[in-house]
C-alpha cells in the first residue's frame, strides 16, 4: 500500500474545508460556513436518507455524495455564470486524482455516480439538490430575497427547479417537507429555560 500517495490524498481532501461555493457570489450571500466539504456531508445524509426510502444499499450512496464534488478541490467551483465560459476536465481530474490511488473503488464509485445511470447515483444527485433546497431555505428564512426567487421562481415560473429536476418522487416529497418547515422548527420543542436538575 502506497501510504505517501495516500497521506497526500488525505491533505488534498481536507482542503475542500477551504473551497467556498461559488453560487455565494449570485446569491450575494458571505456565508463562510457553506463550503465544499461542509456541503458534501449534508448531500451525504440526505443521500443516506434517501436511500433508505428507495430500499438501495446507503453506503454505496454516502460514498457518491462524498465524492460529488471531489473534481472540485483541483477545478473550483463554477456557478451557472462562471460555467458558460469554463470547461473542466472532470473525469480528467478523477483519473488523476482517484484513479492513482493503491485501490480503485473511489475512482468507480465517483465516476458512477458522473455517468447518473445507476438508481444509486441518482439518488446522490437528488441530495445533491436537496441540499441545494435546504440551503436556500435557510437563506429565505434569513431574508435573502435573491434565494426567495431561486426557491419560488419568478412571475409565473413558480415551480421549484431543484426539485422538478430530481429523479424520484420521494426525493420530491422530502423536498416540498422542507419548503414547509422553518429552518429552526427542529429545535422549537427541545427549547426549555430550566436546567435539568432543577
Keep these: 500500500m502506497d501510504d505517501k500517495r495516500l497521506a497526500q490524498f488525505l491533505y ?6 477551504r473551497l467556498p461555493r461559488m453560487h455565494r457570489q449570485t446569491l450575494m450571500v458571505s456565508d463562510t460556513a457553506d463550503n465544499i466539504a461542509s456541503h458534501s456531508y449534508r448531500v451525504a445524509i440526505i443521500g443516506w436518507v434517501l436511500a433508505k426510502k428507495e430500499e438501495v444499499d446507503p453506503a454505496k450512496v454516502v460514498m ?7 473534481a472540485e478541490i483541483r ?5 451557472w455564470i462562471h460555467k458558460r465560459y469554463t470547461e473542466v ?3 480528467e481530474i478523477l483519473e488523476d486524482q ?9 475512482y468507480e464509485v465517483a ?7 445507476s438508481k444509486e447515483a441518482q439518488i446522490a444527485k437528488d441530495a445533491d439538490l436537496l441540499d441545494q433546497v435546504l440551503l436556500l431555505r435557510e437563506y429565505e428564512w434569513e431574508g435573502n ?3 426567495t426567487v431561486w426557491l419560488h421562481g419568478k412571475g409565473e415560473d413558480t415551480e421549484n427547479r431543484q426539485i422538478a ?7 420530491k416529497e422530502l423536498a416540498r417537507a422542507v419548503l414547509d418547515e422553518n429552518p429552526s422548527d427542529w429545535w422549537r420543542d427541545l427549547f426549555t429555560n430550566k436546567r435539568r436538575d432543577q
Excluded: W
Excluded at 477545478?75 to 456557478?79: L, M, R, T
Excluded at 482517484?98 to 473511489?106: A, E, K, V
Excluded at 429536476?165 to 426525493?171: A, D, G, L, V
Design 165 to 171: 429536476t430530481m429523479h424520484f418522487e420521494s426525493s
Design 75 to 79: 477545478s473550483g467551483d463554477q456557478n
Design 89 to 91: 476536465a472532470e473525469g
Design 64 to 70: 457518491m455524495c462524498l465524492l460529488h464534488d471531489i
Design 111 to 117: 465516476s458512477e455516480y458522473e455517468k447518473r445511470e
Design 98 to 106: 482517484l484513479g492513482t490511488l493503491p485501490f480503485n473503488d473511489l
Design 145 to 147: 430575497k435573491e434565494a
Design 12 to 17: 488534498e481532501v481536507g482542503s475542500m474545508r
